[in-house]
């Protein structure tokens, strides 16, 4: 099974700030097969970024996501106050198919 | 616009099944590329994935849910079930469907908190 590692585990940032979030798995991933999500409280999560670095429909050019093998980075260029929220990453493996990291909360300091 | 809706009792007594249903609107189950999948999320806590099932029959499961999980599906409904059993109260949480394009989870249910407490 591949861990997916999320750090920081709490992200604490201005408005305006740039927001750096890593995702590190056990064993090597497919960058086609990486995947980033954003939840709000009381939301589902809402995808962001798939194939490592593609932006899903209506995600707004500031959300970027980069990396390869082991190491996976989201980056928020410059935080809006809608963009404060908790983000994973996920990733398709063999047994079993899908798994999480433990998120990264991005909170207002 | 895809939409899933999850549906089922808020509240299962400790050793029974948890049933849920998702129905989907703007899409059709039968049609292929996709998997119809369930996710829970215990409160304040992480993602965990549950299983899928495709439209050839294939369902796949987490394996430390394996024993207890049948996904299954009814096409005439537009619609597939989770059923998980002899449930405690770590399978409390606020259970998700999700369409699963093999790259991502592109569209997502709201969600249904499901308490386990007698």
């Known amino acids: 099974e591949i861990v997916l590692t999320q750090s920081p585990g709490t992200l604490s940032l201005s408005p305006g700030e740039r927001a750096t979030l890593s995702c590190r798995a056990s064993?090597?991933?497919?960058?086609?097969?990486l995947v980033w999500y954003q939840q709000k409280p009381g939301q589902a999560p809402r995808l962001l970024i798939y194939?490592?670095?593609s932006r899903a429909t209506g995600i707004p050019d500031r959300f970027s996501g980069s990396g390869s093998g082991t190491d996976f980075t989201l980056t928020i260029s410059r935080l809006e106050p809608e963009d404060f929220a908790v983000y994973y990453c996920?990733?398709?493996?063999?047994?079993?198919?899908?798994?999480f990291g433990g998120g990264t909360k991005v909170e207002i300091k | 616009q895809v939409q899933l809706l999850e549906s089922g009792p808020g509240l299962v007594k400790p050793s029974q099944t948890l049933s849920l249903t998702c129905t989907v609107s703007?899409?059709?189950?039968?049609?292929?590329?996709?998997?119809w999948t369930w996710i829970r999320q215990p409160a304040g806590e992480g993602l965990e994935w549950i299983g899928r099932?495709?439209?050839?029959?294939?369902?796949n499961y987490n394996p430390s849910l394996k024993s207890r999980v049948t996904i299954s599906v009814d096409t005439s409904k537009n619609q597939f079930s989770l059923k998980l059993s002899s449930v405690t109260a770590a399978d409390t949480a606020v259970y998700y469907c999700?369409?699963?394009?093999?790259?991502?989870?592109?569209?997502w249910g709201q969600g249904t908190l499901v308490t386990v407490s007698s």
């Open positions: 194939s490592a670095s």
């Open positions: 999700a369409r699963d394009s093999s790259w991502a989870l592109d569209y």
């Open positions: 996920q990733q398709y493996g063999s047994s079993p198919q899908l798994t």
């Open positions: 099932f495709y439209t050839s029959g294939t369902t």
């Open positions: 064993q090597s991933v497919s960058s086609t097969y």
């Open positions: 703007g899409d059709s189950i039968t049609r292929g590329s996709y998997y």
